[in-house]
């Protein structure tokens, strides 16, 4: 699906501490799979579980893959966040509000993930917020992010490998659209 011309792309490399959090997490699945094995070499694991652990454990390992963001794409008709399955589309005229925000002023440790990853390959999903919140996280890295809010009242949050320049061609697109204006936040 095209979303018009690029104009400004940014990796979602994963940071420190969600590439820490990866391999400690496909470890854990590595080791499921071996046990997994084990057992059914050993003969203590019927085939049916067998079939059934494997599928569980490559679910788990895959899935969160194939929906974490790869990119954060500003083209001419809005913002993409691009992923394997479903990327994302926030259309410029959708958006009421973008800041720069430091990820640890709005997550806390009693956040709810409603649905998503709170680490695997990124922490993406919904998310109840004590901050903001219901929210939308797509963040591949801690520190600064993006906030942007919809005009409906979504919430979501990226992070871009270069976020003050993004911030900047995000919000400067948006403004010099000329019919778009971003408001005050309340």
Known sequence: MSYGHVIYFSK???GA???TLTTIFALLVLLLIALTLYFYAEERLPSGALVFML???IVIAVMPYLYS???YVLTHEGLVIKRILNSIFIPYSEIAYVSLVDFNEVFSAVDIEVWG???YCGIFGYFKMLKL????LYVTRIGKCILIEKLN???YVISPENPEAFFRVFKSYIELRGKYYLRKRR
């Open 69 to 71: 963001p790869r990119a």
């Open 17 to 19: 501490l969600i590439k």
């Open 153 to 155: 009242g979504e919430k």
């Open 55 to 57: 599928t569980v454990a």
């Open 12 to 14: 979602a490399s994963l």
């Open 133 to 136: 919140g219901y929210a939308n």
């Open 117 to 119: 990853s709170n680490g």
